[in-house]
Nanobody, 121 residues
Framework: QVQLVESGGGLVQAGGSLRLSCEVS????????MEWHRQAPGKQRELVAT???????KYADSVKGRFTCSRDNAENTVQLQMNSLKPEDTAVYYC???????????????WGRGAQVTVSS
């Protein structure tokens, strides 16, 4: 069983910072790309950031220059450093990992349960 757990969400004032972390646990052969998504009330889920196995990153235009995604050396966690937060960043943030559990199975996407980020004005 592979599981993703997000942490680090909370309430922050506009202009402040938060750091989200996503930990992957379970028996895994390889973790490939990881992503952060967010969903605000009444809106579609949005891809915020991606990071490949070797650390290459890509960001949505709405967060570029403010958010930074990274992975640890063991590649079992991914972080999202969020700076200069705006009220528009308020959403539930979800971590997703594309994983290969065993070579007998195709890669699959595993989602975390989400972490609330609220930015007040």
């Amino acid at each position: 069983q592979v599981q993703l757990v997000e942490s680090g969400g909370g309430l922050v004032q506009a202009g402040g910072s938060l750091r989200l972390s996503c930990e992957v646990s379970g028996s895994i052969f390889s973790i490939r790309d990881m992503e952060w998504h967010r969903q605000a009330p009444g809106k579609q889920r949005e891809l915020v950031a991606t990071i490949t196995k070797d650390g290459s990153t890509k960001y949505a235009d709405s967060v570029k220059g403010r958010f930074t995604c990274s992975r640890d050396n063991a590649e079992n966690t991914v972080q999202l450093q969020m700076n200069s937060l705006k009220p528009e960043d308020t959403a539930v943030y979800y971590c997703k990992a594309n994983v290969i559990e065993t070579l007998l199975l195709p890669a699959s996407n595993i989602w975390g349960r989400g972490a609330q980020v609220t930015v007040s004005s």
